[in-house]
């Protein structure tokens, strides 16, 4: 059996005891994405010769005692819009197809100081904009589960990497369910924090208001551990908050007696697939047999989530995709006469369908005689769904919900109707246009084998709620390992 089966927590137990070097942990990663990613295309990079570096030098410090995380020595991959020194970064972008940075984000250089060993780059949605993984400029990422399936997105290479067991652990992005939606279809676990709790210094911005990063793992405990690591204050970034109970591991304890769970009626209605729903009716029994008290409620403005996110996210990223312009960095178009040609074409070229649509929708929204119709109404709609999720916590201590109103759909078929791919993020969205704390965790399969996910909500500066519980329900199905994984280890 790899190693890379083994959850993050008990890879550095082995490698704290002995049993285990980092550079045989490592190969053995690096083994196991040669032989998978063909298959999968969950990278974009994989750095070898700097993954084997880093298990050196990371064992002489784990030797000399002056690294004692419990996350030492762990290979583990980053999603590829957070910058790392010395190593591609491109956004699955043309547009960034040859960047790399001079710096690494804030959240890569934490896991390093906790000695973690980055194997290399995930592929995503092209500057994060999607929910399949599928505009990615290197191709598509396929669902370990089912390869005709998409792994979801924009994270779905980090999810889909760890399903696979190319990695034990990976780091994602979550601006409107990136990390969720996606661990949802990958059968992993994937968190997103309240915003402003990890620092979003060197990651390539979409939503600046809603982008947060996050762990995506085997199981909670992982989960806890890596955010543990990654929770701090920040000076370079200006949204990052200083918290003195960032000790997430503490809440891993299974027990809910007394917690008070709810469920939004308006997510059980019309769109949610049949097997999704019995799935999250089944948590809510099996949360009840553990002595919570669960309940249904009505949580308002449901409707309007999806499109004040996408005025909101697609406003921001107009803004923020505004520096790549073939002047500064990135890709410059070969034939141009003058500037105002040279901005045209290397902005047609180097972005994709996906990433201008956006574009085009958000520098609409801002324009004068819309901006007040639409820019300022979604905002208006955003401080309205804070206030319906107020209410809902001054009564519930988590709320439990689909991670997403389908399984994973067949590759191709979301790109066909960008809309209805918009409203596949209809339960995740609300989150980040709050600010909340989000958990996804899996809950079993459909009749097609692929994976169901749960989503449970948390007040801002909550996670250990949310970390309870999902550990708590956790303990009642094991994690289950993606057959695709199993099946490669098998004579």
């Known amino acids: 059996m790899s190693l890379t089966s083994l959850t993050a927590i008990g890879l550095g137990k082995k490698i704290r005891a002995g049993e285990v070097s980092v550079e045989e942990a490592v190969t053995d990663a690096l083994g196991q994405i040669r032989a998978r990613e063909p298959d999968i295309h969950s990278f974009v990079t994989v750095d070898e010769e700097g993954a084997l570096a ?37 956004c699955s972008s043309k547009m960034l197809s ?85 661990s949802a279809f990958c059968g992993v676990t994937g968190i997103k924090p309240t915003y402003g709790t990890v620092s979003r210094y060197g990651l390539i911005a979409y939503g600046s208001s809603l982008d947060q990063i996050g762990p995506v793992a085997k199981n909670v405990e992982d989960c806890a551990a890596v955010l543990e690591v990654l929770a701090a204050h920040d000076l370079k970034d200006s949204t990052s908050i200083r918290r003195d109970d960032t000790d997430f591991t503490a809440a891993l304890v299974d027990d809910v007696k007394g917690m008070r769970i709810g469920i939004p009626r308006d997510y059980l209605t019309e769109g949610l697939d049949g097997e999704v729903k019995a799935a999250v009716l089944q948590a809510a029994e099996t949360f009840r047999d553990m002595g919570a008290v669960v309940e249904e409620f009505d949580l308002s403005l449901v409707e309007y989530a999806v499109p004040a996110y996408y005025v909101i996210a697609c406003a921001e990223a107009s803004s923020n995709l505004e520096r790549f312009d ?48 639409y820019y300022l109404k979604a905002l208006r709609t955003k401080a309205l769904i804070r206030q319906a999720f107020d209410q809902a916590f001054a009564s519930f201590d988590v709320i439990l919900s689909p991670a997403a109103p389908t399984t994973a759909p067949p590759l191709g078929k979301s790109l066909e109707d960008p809309v209805k791919m918009y409203l596949s993020d209809i339960y995740t969205v609300a989150v980040n246009l709050a600010g909340l704390a989000g958990i996804s965790v899996p809950a079993g ?16 500066f909550q996670e250990k709620k949310i970390i309870r519980a999902a550990y708590a329900f956790e303990q009642t199905r094991p994690y289950a390992r993606c057959p695709y994984a199993a099946g490669k280890e098998q004579p």
């Open 445 to 460: 399969t459909d009749q097609a084998g692929l994976p169901i996910g749960i989503q449970l909500i948390g007040d801002c």
């Open 326 to 373: 073939g002047v500064k960095y990135g890709w410059r178009t070969k034939d141009a006469n003058g500037l105002h040609e040279m901005y045209k074409k290397t902005r047609s070229e180097g972005f994709g369908a996906e990433v201008r649509r956006r574009i085009m929708l958000g520098s609409f929204v801002l324009s004068s005689g819309y901006y007040d119709a």
């Open 98 to 182: 040859g960047f790399v940075p001079t710096y690494t984000a804030e959240a890569v250089s934490r896991m390093q100081q906790a000695g973690a060993v980055i194997l290399g780059k995930t592929n995503m949605d092209e500057f994060a904009m999607g929910s399949t993984t599928e505009t990615s400029y290197y191709g598509a990422t396929k669902n370990p589960w089912n390869p005709g399936h998409v792994p979801g997105g924009s994270s779905g290479g980090s999810c889909a990497a760890v399903a696979a067991e190319m990695c034990t652990y990976a780091l994602g992005s979550d601006t409107g369910g990136s990390i969720r939606q996606p």
């Open 54 to 90: 880093q298990a050196r030098q990371i064992q002489k410090r784990i030797r000399d005692g002056a690294c004692t995380s419990v996350l030492a020595g762990v290979p583990m991959a980053v999603k590829d819009n957070l910058c790392t020194e010395g190593l591609l970064t491109t």
